[in-house]
T-cell receptor, first 113, second 117 residues
Framework: AQSVTQLGSHVSVSEGALVLLRCNYS??????LFWYVQYPNQGLQLLLK??????LVKGINGFEAEFKKSETSFHLTKPSAHMSDAAEYFC???????????FGKGTLLTVNP | DADVTQTPRNRITKTGKRIMLECSQT?????MYWYRQDPGLGLRLIYY???????NKGEISDGYSVSRQAQAKFSLSLESAIPNQTALYFC????????????????FGPGTRLTVL
C-alpha cells in the first residue's frame, strides 16, 4: 500500500522568497517519488523525480527536492519564487515496478508581488 | 506537436447522455491511464491498460467504461452521464521500460473539462 500527504492545500509566498512545499509518503516497498506541476488550464508536467539514485534531485525551473528516508519525506524547494511559479503542485509515489502512481491532493502555490 | 492529445478539450452535456472522451499518444508507450481531477481531491485513477488486450479498473471505475482501440488510443465512456461526473479528466501514458523495470513516470495530456448538467 502507498499514500501521499501534502501538508498545506494552499501556500502563499512573496516574489523572491523561499518556496517550500511539503510531501510525506508511505510505501511498503522502496518508493519512486515525483513532483508534478499544473499550470492553469493545462495538464500535469513533471518537475522532478527520485528513482533511488541521488537523494537530492534537481528539476526544471530551479526546483529541487530531497529524499529523506528516515522522515519519509520528499519536500520541494526553490530558493527564490517567481511570479511564473504560481500553479498547483502534486507529489506522487510509485512502488517500484507497481503500475500505480498515487497522488497527493495538491498544493496551490500563490506568488505575491 | 503534443505527445498525448485529448479530445474534446471542453464538453457540456446533459444528465443521461452518453459521452466519449478520446486520448491518443505518439510516445510509443504501452501503458495508458484515465484519471479524474476534482478540487481538493487530487487525481484519482478510473481505468488503466497495460496493452491492447489488458484493461483494469482503478479506484473509481463505477459509471465509466473504456476501450483500447490500438496501442496509441484509449477512450473513456460515460454510458449515462450524471452531474457528479462533472470534473477534469486526464489521460496519461507510461513506458514499461526496456529492462522490464518501470519507474512508472507518467506523461499527461492537456485534459478534458466535462460538465454534466
Amino acid at each position: 500500500a502507498q499514500s501521499v500527504t501534502q501538508l498545506g492545500s494552499h501556500v502563499s509566498v512573496s516574489e523572491g522568497a523561499l518556496v517550500l512545499l511539503r510531501c510525506n509518503y508511505s510505501s511498503s516497498v522502496p518508493p519512486y517519488l515525483f513532483w508534478y506541476v499544473q499550470y492553469p488550464n493545462q495538464g500535469l508536467q513533471l518537475l522532478l523525480k527520485y528513482t533511488s539514485a541521488a537523494t537530492l534531485v534537481k528539476g526544471i525551473n530551479g526546483f529541487e527536492a530531497e529524499f529523506k528516508k528516515s522522515e519519509t519525506s520528499f519536500h520541494l524547494t526553490k530558493p527564490s519564487a517567481h511570479m511564473s511559479d504560481a500553479a498547483e503542485y502534486f507529489c506522487a509515489v510509485s512502488g517500484g515496478s507497481n503500475y500505480k502512481l498515487t497522488f497527493g491532493k495538491g498544493t496551490l502555490l500563490t506568488v505575491n508581488p | 506537436d503534443a505527445d498525448v492529445t485529448q479530445t474534446p478539450r471542453n464538453r457540456i452535456t446533459k444528465t443521461g447522455k452518453r459521452i466519449m472522451l478520446e486520448c491518443s499518444q505518439t510516445k510509443g508507450h504501452d501503458r495508458m491511464y484515465w484519471y479524474r481531477q476534482d478540487p481538493g481531491l487530487g487525481l484519482r485513477l478510473i481505468y488503466y491498460s497495460f496493452d491492447v488486450k489488458d484493461i483494469n479498473k482503478g479506484e473509481i471505475s463505477d459509471g465509466y467504461s473504456v476501450s483500447r482501440q490500438a496501442q496509441a488510443k484509449f477512450s473513456l465512456s460515460l454510458e449515462s452521464a450524471i452531474p457528479n461526473q462533472t470534473a477534469l479528466y486526464f489521460c496519461a501514458t507510461s513506458d514499461t521500460g526496456t529492462s522490464g523495470k518501470s519507474y512508472n513516470e507518467q506523461f499527461f495530456g492537456p485534459g478534458t473539462r466535462l460538465t454534466v448538467l
